[in-house]
């Protein structure tokens, strides 16, 4: 089973950027990958998806800010945040599209404070 590990999360001021790190155990090439934002006591809703053939869809949300991205040369996933906002804090996650549930990493902690 592969695994997922996630990274890049932080404090950052709104208006900043960050850079967040998924990388499979795995290879992923040809999958649908995507990430995934749980804000604090809510759901864990949809952000960004990226095909095997680098076609892309976001959230509302978070279109022109956030870009999500591959390299299957090192079977990772980057999603590029930028323009931060206070509402964009909570933990992020990467899984397949549509998500397997048996693959939920810790997520990695991105606040944006108010």
């Known amino acids: 089973q592969v695994h997922l590990v996630e990274s890049g999360g932080g404090l950052v001021q709104a208006g900043g950027s960050l850079r967040l790190s998924c990388t499979a155990s795995?290879?992923?090439?040809?999958?649908?990958m995507a990430w995934y934002h749980q804000a604090p006591g809510k759901e864990r809703d949809f952000v960004a998806a990226?095909?095997?053939?680098?076609?892309?869809n976001y959230a509302d949300s978070v279109k022109g800010r956030f870009t999500i991205s591959r390299d299957n040369a090192v079977n990772t996933v980057y999603l590029q945040m930028n323009s931060l906002k206070p509402e964009d804090t909570g933990v992020y996650y990467c899984?397949?599209?549509?998500?397997?549930?048996?693959?939920w990493g810790q997520g990695t902690q991105v606040t944006v404070p108010s």
């Open positions: 899984n397949w599209f549509p998500p397997r549930s048996a693959i």
């Open positions: 990226i095909a095997g053939g680098g076609g892309t």
């Open positions: 795995g290879t992923i090439e040809v999958y649908t």
